[in-house]
């Protein structure tokens, strides 16, 4: 069983930044590939971006090109997430999800383990 922690979020304005990161109890943490999803209030939980652990590529969803970066530190068991030029639309619930495979990681389905999440609010 994989533990993961999120951490960082918080009330911003927009424009602002923000680094997410998310902690791993796993040793193993560098065979999983791990992912960022969203969720606003009323909305379906939604695929922001994945770092594949084979080979670190990484694939963002359209609404996170150009403004959020993926990376992770394998020596930390950490993942991160840094969020740039920040919207009101990117209010929610962010999750972090581990997983075993290195592809269709755009979908809830391919995690495995899920963190409990953070909220991160944009204010206009």
């Known amino acids: 069983q994989v533990q993961l922690v999120e951490s960082g979020g918080g009330l911003v304005q927009a424009g602002d930044s923000l680094r997410l990161s998310c902690a791993a109890s796993?040793?193993?943490?560098?065979?999983?590939?791990m992912g960022w999803f969203r969720q606003a209030p009323g909305k379906e939980r939604e695929f922001v971006a994945a770092i594949k652990w084979s080979d670190g590529n990484t694939y963002y969803a359209d609404s996170a090109k150009g403004r959020f970066t993926i990376s992770r530190d394998n020596a930390k068991n950490t993942v991160y997430l840094q969020m740039n030029s920040l919207k009101p639309e990117d209010t929610a619930v962010y999750y972090c999800?581990?997983?075993?495979?290195?592809?269709?990681?755009?979908?809830?389905?391919?995690?495995?383990?899920w963190g409990q999440g953070t909220q991160v609010t944009v204010s206009s």
């Open positions: 796993d040793r193993t943490f560098n065979s999983y590939s």
């Open positions: 999800a581990a997983s075993f495979k290195i592809q269709d990681l755009a979908v809830r389905t391919s995690y495995r383990y």
